[in-house]
């Protein structure tokens, strides 16, 4: 990829060097005003993104609402955002972040830095019911300088620490609107949250009193909730929907790019789709079943079945997008016959019966389950397709881990860490990874932490914990009158703070 989360880390490894403005050409007069509405496949299960991993909340919220001390731009680039600036100390155990100033709430507030600290103690706090402790895990302590500076101590140096403070699980809000933020939520972004129509849509409206004047162009949004892939198409045709956000089938994508009216919008994504496999629960605590998978899995033929030829293949969990991404797509190549000689070894000369759940409304992933099936079958392996709502794979299968196999793509940037965890739902518990991964976090050097983070990779396919299958890529459909919208996708996202339609 040209560009890619490299500059990201890049710049959390020179953590003193502020990101220039983005250099792509933007158009020279956007227009102010305005109503845009979008389509998404799924309601999120709340509007909180530090207490759940569903990355529908982020697609709403994430700059639009609520903001962190910095965030990532579309260029990738970890850029300032609540603190104007940063200052970090010659042995890189503190950051000194400054606080714009004149920054508010939604509800009038002012932002200070008590309620930073209080936020990220929050995040911090084991006990608490943040979702991803340890993002925060190398801090020390975080105090306040005056009200409008805040000072983090580092454990130890934390080449993430930049980017993590970037992700969504780092929003701001008013503590004590902590409650409310899942239904109702306060942030300081350029546009305030207005009401959410169970089942049908949340719509925002643009905040006067955001800090930068000169955002945002549209007078409102409305991200509307359509799972099915040709009702989302006949909303965008028909004008009642100006953009599928996400969740555009790829079949539908063809027929968008030659529809007069309409664009596509083609781009990068970190999306790594995977079988996720129970480690846990037999026949897959058996490495030599979870190889048999993976080597009677057809990639290629996968990407053309279930994408129409739209993704590229991979061979672990990480994406072309990333900057430690090691091509490991040739360690399992399509052989049917080595894997039966695999399950055999294993006690399965006859193959076995399993469950795959397929999450609803996710299209690309029921149709790479079905693929999938197909596969299998001719070594031996029965899968039984179960589709699943959402909300009962978010508690039962990825809180509950109680599951067969399951198709899902993992979206989040930089998430080798979840190897590192024995009780996240793969149930995957090796400690050299875990130590590998100690040695990433604390490595000052790129190169270094490029190459610790490709031995896990290397790890975790030789140990085949899921079947990799490929990178999702990132397929937006617009009408002709958007403009500036995410080309690429370097963070989960849907920010259409810049967004605006032309005349």
């Known amino acids: 990829m040209k560009r890619s989360l490299t500059m990201v880390t890049a710049l959390a490894m020179a953590a003193a060097l502020l990101a220039p403005p983005a250099q792509a050409a933007r158009a020279a007069q956007p227009v102010r005003g305005g109503a845009l509405t979008v389509g998404m496949p799924d309601e999120p299960p709340g509007l909180d993104p530090t207490i759940s991993t569903s990355q529908a909340i982020a697609r709403i919220v994430y700059d639009n609402v609520l903001q962190g001390l910095v965030r990532v731009d579309r260029d990738g680039r970890v850029v300032p955002c609540l603190a104007s600036g940063w200052d970090v100390s010659p042995d890189g155990l503190t950051y000194t972040f400054h606080l714009r100033p004149n920054v508010t709430f939604h509800d009038g507030s002012k932002l200070g830095a008590a309620d930073v600290v209080a936020d990220l103690q929050r995040a911090m706090d084991a006990a608490s019911d943040h979702t991803h402790h340890e993002y925060y895990a190398s801090i020390e302590s975080i105090k306040a300088a005056g009200d409008r500076s805040v000072v983090l101590t580092l454990k130890h140096r934390d080449g993430n620490l930049l980017f993590d403070l970037a992700r969504p699980d780092s929003v701001i809000y008013p503590p004590k609107d902590e409650k409310t933020l899942r239904t109702d939520p306060v942030g300081t972004g350029p546009f305030a949250f207005v009401q959410w129509m169970r089942g049908n849509a949340v719509q925002l409206k643009r905040y006067d009193g955001y800090w930068d004047p000169k955002l945002p162009y549209l007078d409102s949004v409305t991200f509307r909730f359509i799972p099915d892939p040709q009702t989302q198409l006949a909303a965008l045709q028909s004008g009642q929907i100006d ?84 091509d490991l797509t040739n360690e399992y190549p399509y052989d049917p016959a080595r894997a039966k000689a695999l399950l055999a070894q294993a006690g399965y000369p006859h193959g076995f019966t399993a469950t795959l759940d397929l999450p609803q409304p996710y299209i690309n992933e029921r149709r790479a389950g079905e693929v999938l099936a197909q596969q299998l079958s001719k070594v031996g392996i029965t899968l039984k397709l179960r589709v699943v709502q959402w909300d009962y794979w978010l508690s039962h299968i990825f809180k509950g881990g109680d599951y067969d196999l399951t198709v899902i793509a993992h979206v989040e940037p930089l998430d080798l860490n979840i190897y590192a965890n024995p009780k996240y739902y793969f149930h995957y518990d090796n400690p050299k990874v875990q130590q590998l991964f100690l040695q990433a976090q604390e490595a000052t050097s790129l190169n270094d932490r490029k190459r610790l ?3 896990i990779q290397r790890t975790i396919t030789d140990d085949a914990v899921n079947d990799y299958l490929f990178n999702v890529p990132n397929l937006v459909a617009v009408r002709d009158r958007v403009q500036n919208w995410w080309i690429e996708q370097p963070i989960v996202a849907l920010d259409v703070t810049q967004v605006y339609l032309s005349q």
């Open 243 to 326: 953009a599928i956000g996400d969740g555009l089938s790829p079949e539908n994508a063809l027929v968008v790019e030659k529809t007069p009216g309409l664009k596509l919008l083609k781009g990068f994504t970190t999306a790594k789709m995977i079988m996720s496999t129970n480690n846990a629960r037999a026949p897959f605590n058996n490495a030599l079943v979870r190889r048999a998978m993976a080597y009677a899995t057809n990639r290629k033929a996968l990407v053309q079945g279930a994408m129409f030829g739209l993704g590229t293949p991979i061979g672990s969990h990480a994406t072309p997008a990333e900057y430690y991404y090691s």
């Open 453 to 455: 983070y490709g031995e």
